[in-house]
C-alpha cells in the first residue's frame, strides 16, 4: 500500500471518529437537558410527629405493714380482685428467702409440666424444635429491647422445650432427681426462715405493676371525654408515698393524649383507614389504635386522644412519650413532584358501526422517556409530600382517561422545557 492511500485512510478514519465524538457530546448534552430518574417502587407510612400523655385506669395499692415485701407476681402478670400481690416479712433476710424458695418451686413447675407433656406424648419433636427456635428468637428479641421483664420468662419458656426435648429424644429419662433436690431446698429455705407476717392484696382485677411514677392520679380516666388543651398543658406528679405496694391497671384500655396543630388535627380528622401508635421508648412495633376523639381550639393547636387494647410489660411504664401517628401506609411509584405537568391525552373509542372517534382531555401526569421519544403518561396519586408523591401503579380503570399510566423503572423526565407527547429529541 503506497503512502498516500494510507494517508487517506487514516484522515478518513479520523474523521469518521471526530463526527461520532461530536455526535455523541450533542447528543449527550441535549439529553443533559433532560435529566430522568427510574420509577421505583416504594412503601412509606403518613405519620405526624408528637408528644403524648398516657392515661390509664390505675389504682395505687397501700401498703401499712411497715414490713418487708417479696412479691408473689411479677410485673405485668393479671390479677383477680382481692387477690394477693405481695407477702409481708419482718426483715430483709426472711423475704429475700421467700422470694428464692418460690423461684425454686416456680422451677419445679416447670420440670413437672415438661415430664407430665412428655409422658402423655401431647407433642413430638418437630413441634418441640419449633418452639425452641420461636422461645430464642423471642428472648433474642427481648434483650434486644432491654425488656428484661418479658425477657425471664420468654427464658423460662426455652428452658421448658428444651426440658421437653431432651424427654422425648431419650437423653433424659426423668427430672425426678433434679425435683427432689429443688423441693428440699425450697423448704430448707422456709424451714430457716421466719413466716410471713401477712400480705398485700389488691382491691380490683387488671394487669399489676410495681411501678409508680407520681402520674396516676394526674388526670381522672373516667374524665377523658371532657380533657381539653389546658388540662393537658397542666398535667403535673405527685409525689409517690412511702406506704404504696404497686399498682394494679384495671382496665384494658388506655389511651394517649397528644397535641397537635391545627392542620394535622384536620388531617386525622378526616383519615378513614387503620390508625397506628408508635412509643418508640416503650414499644418497637406500631400499636393499633383508634381516634376516640379531636378537640380544635380556634386559630390553635388542638388536642387529639387515641384509644388502645393492647398491653405488655414496657407499655405498663409509658408515661409521657415521643409518638408517631400512622394513619396508612401507601406503596407505589415515587415521582418527584418537579416531574408533574399537564397536559393533554387520547383515547379511541369505536361506535355501534365500528367508527373510531377520538377524545381528548387535559389530565395530571409525567413525561417519561422511551429511546429518545417523549410520552406524556396520566398518573394516580396515593400519597404525597412537599418533594414527592407517590402513584399508584394499577388505578382503577375509572381514574385513568386512557387506561395508562408509568411503570416500575420508566425514565420519567424531572426537568426541561418545551416537553410535549411525542416529541423526539436528537
Given at each position: 500500500?503506497?503512502?498516500?492511500?494510507?494517508?487517506?485512510?487514516?484522515?478518513?478514519?479520523?474523521?469518521?471518529?471526530?463526527?461520532?465524538?461530536?455526535?455523541?457530546?450533542?447528543?449527550?448534552?441535549?439529553?443533559?437537558?433532560?435529566?430522568?430518574?427510574?420509577?421505583?417502587?416504594?412503601?412509606?407510612t403518613d405519620t405526624i410527629s408528637t408528644d403524648g400523655f398516657i392515661i390509664r385506669e390505675e389504682t395505687v395499692?397501700?401498703?401499712?405493714?411497715?414490713?418487708?415485701?417479696?412479691?408473689?407476681?411479677?410485673?405485668?402478670?393479671?390479677?383477680?380482685?382481692n387477690s394477693e400481690i405481695a407477702k409481708v416479712f419482718s426483715n430483709e433476710s426472711d423475704a429475700v428467702a421467700n422470694s428464692r424458695a418460690d423461684a425454686l418451686d416456680e422451677r419445679v413447675r416447670m420440670l413437672q409440666e415438661s415430664q407430665k407433656s412428655s409422658l402423655m406424648g401431647t407433642v413430638s419433636v418437630d413441634v418441640i424444635n419449633n418452639n425452641i427456635k420461636n422461645n430464642l428468637i423471642s428472648y433474642l428479641n427481648d434483650v434486644n429491647k432491654y425488656d428484661v421483664g418479658t425477657a425471664g420468662s420468654d427464658a423460662d419458656k426455652l428452658l421448658n422445650s428444651i426440658n421437653?426435648?431432651?424427654?422425648?429424644?431419650?437423653?433424659?429419662?426423668?427430672?425426678?432427681?433434679?425435683?427432689?433436690?429443688?423441693?428440699?431446698?425450697?423448704?430448707?429455705?422456709?424451714?430457716?426462715?421466719?413466716?410471713?407476717?401477712?400480705?398485700?392484696?389488691?382491691?380490683?382485677?387488671?394487669?399489676?405493676?410495681?411501678?409508680?411514677?407520681?402520674?396516676?392520679?394526674?388526670?381522672?380516666?373516667?374524665?377523658?371525654?371532657?380533657?381539653?388543651?389546658?388540662?393537658?398543658?397542666?398535667?403535673?406528679?405527685?409525689?409517690?408515698?412511702?406506704?404504696?405496694?404497686?399498682?394494679?391497671?384495671?382496665?384494658?384500655?388506655?389511651?394517649?393524649?397528644?397535641?397537635?396543630?391545627?392542620?394535622?388535627?384536620?388531617?386525622?380528622?378526616?383519615?378513614?383507614?387503620?390508625i397506628t401508635v408508635l412509643l418508640s421508648a416503650a414499644s418497637s412495633d406500631p400499636i393499633p389504635a383508634t381516634l376516640r376523639r379531636v378537640q380544635r381550639n380556634s386559630g390553635g393547636n388542638a388536642l387529639v386522644i387515641?384509644?388502645?387494647?393492647?398491653?405488655?410489660?414496657?407499655?405498663?411504664?409509658?408515661?409521657?412519650?415521643?409518638?408517631?401517628?400512622?394513619?396508612?401506609?401507601?406503596?407505589?411509584?415515587?415521582?418527584?413532584?418537579?416531574?408533574?405537568?399537564?397536559?393533554?391525552?387520547?383515547?379511541?373509542?369505536?361506535?355501534?358501526?365500528?367508527?373510531?372517534?377520538?377524545?381528548?382531555?387535559?389530565?395530571?401526569?409525567?413525561?417519561?422517556?422511551?429511546?429518545s421519544e417523549v410520552q406524556f403518561k396520566q398518573i394516580s396519586i396515593l400519597y404525597s409530600t412537599k418533594d414527592y408523591v407517590i402513584c399508584d401503579t394499577s388505578p382503577d380503570d375509572k381514574v385513568l382517561f386512557n387506561g395508562e399510566t408509568i411503570s416500575l423503572y420508566d425514565k420519567v423526565i424531572v426537568k426541561g422545557d418545551d416537553l410535549y407527547d411525542g416529541k423526539v429529541i436528537s
Open positions: 500500500m503506497d503512502k498516500l492511500l494510507f494517508k487517506r485512510i487514516l484522515v478518513a478514519a479520523l474523521t469518521i471518529l471526530a463526527l461520532v465524538y461530536v455526535t455523541y457530546l450533542l447528543i449527550s448534552a441535549n439529553f443533559d437537558m433532560y435529566p430522568t430518574e427510574n420509577a421505583v417502587l416504594t412503601t412509606v395499692i397501700n401498703d401499712d405493714s411497715n414490713g418487708i415485701l417479696s412479691y408473689s407476681v411479677s410485673n405485668g402478670s393479671a390479677v383477680e380482685a421437653q426435648r431432651q424427654l422425648l429424644t431419650g437423653k433424659i429419662s426423668n427430672f425426678n432427681a433434679q425435683i427432689s433436690q429443688l423441693s428440699a431446698e425450697a423448704a430448707s429455705l422456709r424451714g430457716s426462715s421466719g413466716a410471713s407476717i401477712g400480705t398485700v392484696t389488691t382491691p380490683k382485677a387488671g394487669y399489676f405493676t410495681e411501678f409508680l411514677d407520681g402520674y396516676e392520679n394526674a388526670y381522672p380516666f373516667s374524665e377523658i371525654d371532657v380533657m381539653t388543651l389546658d388540662d393537658y398543658h397542666n398535667i403535673g406528679s405527685s409525689s409517690i408515698p412511702s406506704n404504696t405496694a404497686g399498682k394494679v391497671i384495671s382496665n384494658v384500655n388506655w389511651f394517649v393524649a397528644c397535641e397537635v396543630t391545627d392542620d394535622q388535627a384536620s388531617a386525622i380528622s378526616i383519615y378513614d383507614g387503620d387515641l384509644e388502645c387494647d393492647y398491653m405488655d410489660n414496657r407499655l405498663l411504664e409509658a408515661r409521657f412519650e415521643s409518638v408517631e401517628i400512622g394513619m396508612g401506609t401507601y406503596t407505589g411509584l415515587r415521582v418527584s413532584k418537579r416531574a408533574i405537568h399537564d397536559d393533554y391525552v387520547t383515547r379511541t373509542t369505536y361506535d355501534e358501526n365500528d367508527k373510531p372517534h377520538k377524545e381528548r382531555q387535559k389530565v395530571q401526569g409525567v413525561y417519561v422517556l422511551y429511546g
